[in-house]
């Protein structure tokens, strides 16, 4: 029976050209003629030599495995060691590390949302979040994308508790939330506010402290600060930043983070490892910001359709998915690897190229990269 329910399913992903396939990636350098444009690595921390060792050297102290709820005897200094230099590097009271970014949308939207309570969500904001909010029981509305005269309307005449998220740097088109401005509407109207700020962290703002420092906002802007250590810093897990009434509150009440096994603690040491080397490199960033300049004055030049944007995240609009997917092979066939995102993860008629860019790259492969894209012939007209 479930075998035809799955088959259907899959058929019509397939008659969309939804239907994904995963790639066999066999080290970090898979070949030496294809270039990566397809990965969050925007630092290039995933094999820095710091990074590796930490981590190799915690497994050898405390094993592969944390081997029990960070409740029970899963909570090992690494741990404790990174929250409290998350804390301190983005100016929070407390952080909590939770194993992903998936679980710590999923702990924080329902340890503080009900049935009663109402989430005010980003039109694109991250499926993540849209689960966490079924999870919770909340009602769930949804504003139009970095709109902040129609979150306004969509507040009025919502009674109970109310929750403002918002990612801080959207993942799939590379801009940044207004989030003075959301910060000031929360306030006015008693709401809280959640910032996912995944692609921000360790990019964006002071040193890579994130969209709070790139706006020069304090850290009490925001009721809970989360992002992930997966982009940035080219490892795994996540957090919340908060305060320590917060925290504390999640810590207790947040199911994902209380009945799962703790990340291995060799994970948190080498983010710590990482969190040095973003403090005693800063020419990463330099680096970085020349990489985005280069890559964005290259597409202008060529009018190509990308999407603004001052981060990594590099948005190369086709229009229809089964177009972006031919794109994705010709570019593929040329030596290059970027991603090709389709509905349901972005709307219809908005599929696209997703390229991340990070320091590794030179200024011959993002020539190399913007002849290809320029090379398809392709003019999008927004629907």
């Known amino acids: 029976m479930f075998d035809d329910f799955i088959n259907e399913k899959v058929a019509d992903k397939k008659e969309k050209t939804q239907y994904r396939t995963r790639v066999v990636k066999q080290s970090l350098f898979q070949r030496a003629d294809t270039l990566f444009f397809s990965g969050n690595d925007y630092l290039g921390l995933a094999n820095h030599p710091a990074v590796v060792g930490a981590f190799a050297g915690a497994a050898k102290t405390y094993g592969v495995g944390s081997t029990a709820s960070p409740m029970l005897v899963g909570y090992h200094e690494p741990h404790h060691a990174l929250e409290e230099a998350v804390a301190e590097f983005l100016g929070f009271p407390r952080a909590v590390i939770f194993s992903c970014g ?42 139009r994308h970095a709109s902040v005269e129609h979150l306004a309307d969509c507040i009025q005449g919502v009674s109970k508790r109310r929750l ?62 989360l992002a992930t250590f997966g982009k940035a810093f080219g490892s795994y897990g996540a957090f919340a930043a908060g305060s320590e009434v917060m925290i504390d509150g999640l810590v207790q009440l947040a199911r994902p983070y209380m009945f799962t096994t703790a990340m291995p603690p060799a994970i948190p040491a080498s983010v710590l490892a990482g969190l040095r080397v973003l403090k005693e490199e800063p020419w990463r960033h330099s680096a970085l910001t020349d990489v985005i300049a280069y890559f964005s004055k290259g597409a202008k030049e060529r009018k190509l359709p990308i999407l603004p944007s001052i981060t990594p995240i590099q948005v190369f609009m086709v229009g229809e998915s089964v177009d972006a997917e031919e794109a994705g092979k010709r570019l593929s066939a040329l030596g290059i690897l970027v991603s090709v995102i389709r509905p349901p ?39």
């Open 102 to 143: 998936y679980m710590a949308n999923l702990g924080v939207l329902s340890a503080l949302c009900g049935r009663h309570d109402t989430i005010f969500l980003d039109r694109i904001g991250h499926a993540s979040s849209i689960d966490a909010v079924k999870l919770s029981g909340a009602k769930l509305k949804r504003y």
């Open 164 to 225: 403002i998220v918002t990612e801080g740097v959207f993942g799939m088109d590379g801009d940044i939330a207004p989030v003075p401005e959301l910060s000031a509407l929360a306030k006015e109207t008693s709401s809280g506010l959640l910032v996912d700020d995944a692609h921000g962290f360790g990019i964006i703002g002071d040193g890579g402290r994130g969209v709070l420092s790139h706006y020069s906002l304090p850290a009490d802007s925001v009721d809970v600060y």
């Open 345 to 383: 993860t972005v709307p219809n008629k908005t599929s696209r190229l997703r390229i991340s860019l990070n320091v590794s790259h030179a200024h011959d492969d993002l020539d190399r990269l913007l002849d290809a894209l320029q090379s398809l012939g392709i003019r999008y007209d927004a629907p």
